[in-house]
């Protein structure tokens, strides 16, 4: 059980265009859910928390006008890079809290899979 | 502030046993994770401490000592397939994740 699912996998953009990246939990219900940011060698950031009903809560530096969030239902979470440039090409991962502990680490996060996005 | 140090990378040899090692400087402790990442896939989940002591799970285990701030992961018969970042992550009072940078782990024959 446990299972994140996020779409799509990978996609190439032109500069200029906003690209969508969906996360759903599958088997469980997520009031919680994060969006990370990865590049090459280098660990995950954070960019922001996204609560089901609420606006996202953003990490400092994170332009939220840029980043928009959208966790629209307990099991989906929608990441919109709007007007995407070169250097918002990343690794984007999403990850989610489940609302009843499924296995026995508290607040464990279940992770995506994860989408490639490239801007040319 | 908050802050989690691992070393960068590390070189082990296959069949062999290796230590990463993990300190931390947290407001607050509500657990430790231990994530496992390829390149270019998302962290699987390792291990969870929340109690002083040791973990153990197959080849892998981990330790912790909240007084030292201190965790460790043990990977044990290392296998070409362990080449992977290790990330450390603790659990702060707020129930936020604070990652690690990771710990680049290569193995050779």
């Known amino acids: 059980g446990a299972v994140v699912s996020q779409h799509p996998s990978w996609v190439i953009c032109k500069s200029g265009t906003s690209v969508k990246i969906e996360c759903r939990s599958l088997?469980?219900?997520?009031?919680?859910m994060f969006w990370y940011r990865q590049f090459p060698k280098q660990s995950l950031m954070l960019m922001a928390t996204?609560?089901?009903?609420?606006?996202?809560?953003?990490e400092q530096g994170v332009e939220k006008d840029k980043f928009l969030i959208n966790h629209a239902s307990l099991t989906l979470s929608t990441l919109t890079v709007t007007s995407a440039h070169p250097e918002d090409s990343s690794f984007y991962i999403c990850?989610?809290?489940?609302?009843?502990?499924?296995?026995?680490?508290?607040?464990?996060?279940?992770f995506g899979p994860g989408t490639r996005l490239t801007v040319t | 502030g908050q802050n989690i140090d691992q070393p960068t990378e590390m070189t082990a040899t296959e069949g062999a046993i290796v230590q990463i090692n993990c300190t931390y400087q947290t407001s607050g402790f509500n657990g430790l994770f231990w994530y496992q990442q390829h390149a270019g896939e998302a962290p699987t989940f390792l291990s969870y401490?929340?109690l002083d002591g040791l973990e153990e799970k197959g080849r892998f285990s981990s330790f912790l000592s909240r007084s030292k701030g201190y965790s460790y992961l043990l990977l044990k018969e290392l296998q070409m397939k362990d080449s992977a970042s290790y990330l450390c992550?603790?659990?702060?009072?707020?129930?936020?994740?604070?990652w690690g940078a990771g710990t680049k782990l290569i193995i050779k024959p």
């Open positions: 992550a603790v659990t702060d009072s707020n129930y936020q994740l604070i």
């Open positions: 401490n929340v």
């Open positions: 088997d469980f219900q997520a009031t919680t």
């Open positions: 990850s989610a809290y489940p609302d009843q502990q499924v296995n026995t680490a508290p607040y464990e996060q279940y």
């Open positions: 996204s609560n089901e009903g609420s606006k996202a809560t953003y």
